[in-house]
């Protein structure tokens, strides 16, 4: 065994940077393979993050499949519906707060389901037009599975980077969709109309089968 109180000094100091540049090429190799394999996945059309969107969950029966969570996806076509009555995101997350309705965070650790990340968010019904608007933006809710979104610069590096909308894989009618196709992308549209310090926008045509009154 190695004594550290009688070793060389000198020969330590040749070692241990030897030893570093083998760990990190160790290192690399495994994740190289990892995000190999995840690409693949991902090319296939499979859900390879940890959790599933607000309104779904996992299924007990097959991880990589989706099925709805009523009682959150009842709040997603509540926030569409409302968005499609031309309320702006700042209007819909205050109507969801005087309506007690947990932010996903919250509900998610009220629900007892795993769930990565720090609790930002003391009050658990106070919505934030962020959130409003993520929501409003996943093309998830109609039915479609979205990867490449993001991507790290090296293993080293954790921080994931925003992948523009053109290196996306869409996989369309991956699972059931808790929002109609034509609803999400009408809401798209005025989305990108209006001014993002806007609150509200001109109600659209309206489409049958969502309304307010009907979630």
Not at 11 to 31: A, E, H
Not at 60 to 65: G, L, T
Request: hydrophobic fraction near 35%; charged fraction near 25%; charge should be positive.
């Amino acid at each position: 065994a190695y004594d550290s109180l009688t070793g060389d000094p000198q020969s330590d100091s040749f070692v241990i940077p030897f030893k570093n540049l083998i760990n990190d090429s160790y290192c690399k190799d495994i994740s190289m393979k990892i995000r190999s394999s995840l690409e693949v996945k991902q090319k296939n059309g499979e859900f390879v993050g940890a959790f599933a969107p607000y309104g779904y969950k996992k299924s007990p029966e097959n991880k990589k499949w989706w099925i709805i969570d009523p009682e959150a996806a009842a709040v997603v076509r509540d926030i569409f519906a409302m968005a499609m009555e031309g309320k702006g995101n700042e209007t819909i997350a205050g109507i969801l707060q005087a309506r007690k309705v947990l932010i996903p965070m919250a509900y998610w650790r009220e629900k007892g389901l795993p769930r990565g990340g720090k609790v930002s968010q003391p009050d658990p019904y106070k919505w934030c037009k962020s959130t409003v608007e993520k929501i409003l933006r996943q093309q998830e809710y109609c039915g479609d599975i979205v990867n490449f979104k993001t991507y790290s610069k090296s293993f080293k590096n954790k921080v994931r980077i925003p992948n523009p909308e053109e290196n996306w894989a869409v996989f369309k009618n991956a699972h059931e969709p808790i929002i109609e196709r034509e609803v999400w992308e009408q809401v798209q549209q005025h989305m990108q109309r209006m001014p993002a310090h806007m609150q509200m926008w001109l109600p659209p045509v309206p489409v049958a089968g969502i309304s307010a009154a009907s979630v």
